[in-house]
């Protein structure tokens, strides 16, 4: 089974820039889809980003040339670059990876990003 461990989020000014990361460990077979989701103050949960095991890519409109995803299949770690960033981009961000061959999905434990003057 796979454990997912974020890194540790913070408070950015707007305009600044974040990395965030996820290492997966634990026994599994494989881990295919890797992303990131985000849940802001009285909003829905929502995807931000997601990455194949090839490398593509997909991103939420409203971070689209912001974030960047990425990911390192030798380390088992994918990776969310955080650009220009706004205060609308405050919110608790969790990743995910999906593994084994039923292609289970785990979840980090979540971070919280907090974009302000």
């Known amino acids: 089974q796979v454990q997912l461990v974020e890194s540790v989020g913070g408070l950015v000014q707007p305009g600044g820039s974040l990395r965030l990361s996820c290492a997966a460990s634990g026994r599994f077979f494989s881990i295919f889809d890797m992303g990131w989701s985000r849940q802001a103050p009285g909003k829905e949960r929502e995807l931000v980003a997601g990455?194949?095991?090839?490398?593509?890519?997909n991103y939420a409109e409203s971070v689209k040339g912001r974030f960047t995803i990425s990911r390192v299949n030798t380390k088992n770690t994918v990776y969310l670059q955080m650009d220009s960033l706004k205060p609308e981009d405050t919110a608790v961000y969790y990743c995910f990876v999906q593994s084994g061959i039923s292609r289970v999905t785990t979840w980090g434990q979540g971070t919280l990003v907090t974009v302000s003057s």
């Open positions: 990455i194949t095991r090839d490398g593509s890519a």
